[in-house]
């Protein structure tokens, strides 16, 4: 928070030393325009935590839908008879970890780039402050939330309410599921996403400010950024393979006449 906040006194300084005078350099909270900022910032982090969670399960749906098909394939690995194959399912984490992070690493720099040049300063003051607000607040809710789903189901399993395979653990497991992509991926991701909109805004204001009289460049670079934006996200919600997915049925076995 305190990096954070830091950060943001520096756009102050930045826009001052871009020759933006004074009593211009305050952001008014009540023009539309900047409101405008404020919402879309705002928005911002729940998009990234949105991506984030979602990524973790895709991915666990690729590594389930892998162990489904190694157990179908190999069944002497439950009598440890077989081998499984260990590298099959490091190669999709790795994989995935590395493509997952296209579309929110994509949002973090694109997002305020598209803002500044679209508006104006004003506006991309107010979409790094509406960022910071809820960024910081939304990072302890999912950090605090899911830290207390994780809890609860060791808390369950240690022999509480009924222990292991019991109802509550069952429910337990299942919060779990959510928790973890809360508390590991997204919460604390959200403070590096504030710390990179805050340096691309300070990075690109002179040039935002260069650029507010002429509507071409300003129109063109943040169209292009939103298009790339755009297809990020369409990329990010193809189909894949899922926990919920149907298990293949196997060969039917030949009947000796």
Same mark, same amino acid.
């Given at each position: 928070?305190?990096?954070?906040?830091?950060?943001?006194?520096? /756009?102050?300084?930045?826009?001052?030393?871009?020759?933006?005078?004074l009593?211009?350099?305050?952001?008014p909270?009540?023009?539309?325009i900047?409101m405008?900022g404020?919402?879309?910032?705002?928005s911002?982090?729940?998009m990234?935590?949105?991506?984030?969670?979602?990524?973790?399960g895709?991915? !666990?749906?690729?590594?389930?839908f892998?162990?489904?098909?190694?157990?179908?394939?190999?069944?002497?690995?439950?009598?440890?008879?077989?081998?499984?194959?260990?590298?099959?399912?490091v190669?999709?984490?790795?994989?995935?970890?590395?493509?997952?992070?296209?579309?929110?690493?994509?949002?973090?720099?694109?997002?305020?780039?598209?803002?500044?040049?679209?508006? =104006?300063?004003a506006?991309?003051?107010?979409?790094?402050?509406g960022?910071?607000?809820?960024?910081?607040?939304?990072a302890?809710?999912?950090?605090?939330?899911?830290?207390?789903?994780?809890?609860?189901?060791?808390?369950v =399993?240690?022999?509480?309410?009924?222990?292991?395979?019991?109802?509550?653990?069952?429910?337990?497991v299942?919060?779990?599921?959510?928790?973890?992509?809360?508390?590991d991926?997204?919460?604390?991701?959200?403070?590096?996403?504030?710390?990179?909109?805050?340096?691309?805004?300070?990075?690109?204001?002179?040039?935002?400010?260069?650029?507010?009289?002429?509507?071409?460049?300003?129109?063109?670079?943040?169209?292009?950024?939103?298009?790339?934006?755009?297809?990020?996200?369409? /990329?990010?919600?193809r189909?894949?393979?899922?926990?919920?997915?149907?298990?293949?049925?196997?060969?039917?076995?030949?009947?000796? !006449?």
């Amino acid at each position: 928070m305190l990096a954070a906040t830091s950060l943001f006194g520096s /756009f102050r300084r930045a826009l001052l030393d871009a020759g933006v005078a004074l009593e211009n350099v305050d952001i008014p909270i009540e023009q539309p325009i900047v409101m405008v900022g404020l919402l879309i910032g705002g928005s911002v982090a729940f998009m990234f935590s949105a991506q984030a969670i979602r990524a973790v399960g895709r991915a !666990a749906g690729r590594v389930v839908f892998e162990v489904r098909k190694q157990f179908r394939e190999h069944p002497g690995i439950m009598d440890y008879t077989e081998r499984p194959d260990y590298g099959a399912v490091v190669d999709i984490c790795t994989r995935d970890s590395l493509r997952e992070l296209l579309t929110p690493g994509l949002l973090a720099v694109l997002a305020p780039i598209a803002t500044g040049f679209l508006f =104006e300063s004003a506006t991309l003051g107010a979409y790094l402050a509406g960022a910071i607000l809820t960024g910081q607040l939304l990072a302890v809710m999912l950090s605090v939330s899911g830290g207390a789903w994780d809890n609860a189901k060791k808390y369950v =399993e240690d022999g509480h309410h009924g222990g292991k395979n019991s109802e509550p653990h069952k429910a337990t497991v299942i919060g779990d599921t959510v928790g973890d992509p809360f508390k590991d991926t997204a919460g604390p991701a959200l403070n590096p996403l504030i710390k990179v909109m805050n340096l691309v805004s300070l990075l690109l204001l002179p040039a935002i400010i260069n650029t507010q009289d002429d509507d071409a460049i300003r129109f063109t670079v943040a169209g292009v950024s939103l298009i790339v934006l755009l297809g990020a996200i369409a /990329f990010s919600k193809r189909g894949g393979a899922g926990m919920t997915d149907d298990i293949p049925a196997a060969d039917p076995e030949p009947v000796n !006449a």
